[in-house]
């Protein structure tokens, strides 16, 4: 399983982002995916997950309403549309896979490059 996430950048509060991560195997319809951040100074944590077939998605508490995970299969392709961004979105995001049908955090093994996201006020 091999990642890449793109499109993050330097954005002004209340703005919005759309966050790519491309699965270049041929194993995409068999994964969960899952997005993570970690801010400066702070501990990784999940943000959003989708399962399989994109029919069941998971957001912690502090993105629900403003951010949206969805997976197109035949792209081999997750998003992250982030809305209404806050300065305590900043941080570097990473894109991550499972074969488990699961959103617990410790089961993401596979892991690509983080993508800078920056809100300023």
């Known amino acids: 399983v091999q990642l890449q996430a793109s499109g993050g950048g330097l954005v002004q509060a209340g703005d919005s982002l759309r966050l790519s991560c491309v699965e270049s195997g041929r194993s995409f319809g068999d994964l969960s995916l899952g997005w993570f951040r970690q801010a400066p100074g702070k501990e990784r944590e999940m943000v959003a997950a989708?399962?399989?077939?994109?029919?069941?998605?998971w957001y912690a508490d502090a993105v629900k309403g403003r951010f949206t995970i969805s997976r197109d299969n035949a792209k081999n392709t997750v998003y992250l549309q982030m809305n209404s961004l806050k300065p305590e979105d900043t941080a570097l995001y990473y894109c991550?896979?499972?074969?488990?049908?699961?959103?617990?955090?410790?089961?993401?093994?596979?892991w690509g490059q983080g993508t800078l996201v920056t809100v300023s006020s």
């Open positions: 991550a896979a499972t074969f488990r049908n699961t959103v617990t955090p410790t089961a993401y093994d596979s």
């Open positions: 989708i399962s399989r077939s994109g029919g069941g998605t």
